[in-house]
């Protein structure tokens, strides 16, 4: 089972073609000194912007 993380960000999975908000979100992050990720959410359809583990 994986541990809780913290959630940063969230949007929805379908975004329009060609347009990446949670992974330019995560870049965002991680550029400003908060190292993050993007996972799938399944049962919720929705792309999370988590806290990168170290």
Same mark, same amino acid.
């Given at each position: %089972? %994986? ?5 940063? &960000? #969230?949007?929805? @999975?379908? $975004?329009?073609? $060609? *347009? ?6 995560? &870049? +965002?992050? /991680?550029?400003? $000194? /908060?190292? @993050? /990720?993007? =996972? %799938? #959410?399944?049962? *919720? #359809?929705?792309?999370? =912007? =988590?806290? &990168? +583990?170290?």
């Amino acid at each position: %089972m %994986m541990a809780a993380r913290e959630i940063l &960000a #969230d949007f929805p @999975a379908g $975004g329009p073609r $060609g *347009s990446w908000p949670a992974e330019e979100k995560a &870049a +965002e992050l /991680t550029a400003s $000194g /908060t190292p @993050a /990720t993007v =996972v %799938m #959410d399944l049962p *919720s #359809d929705r792309l999370l =912007v =988590v806290r &990168a +583990e170290s």
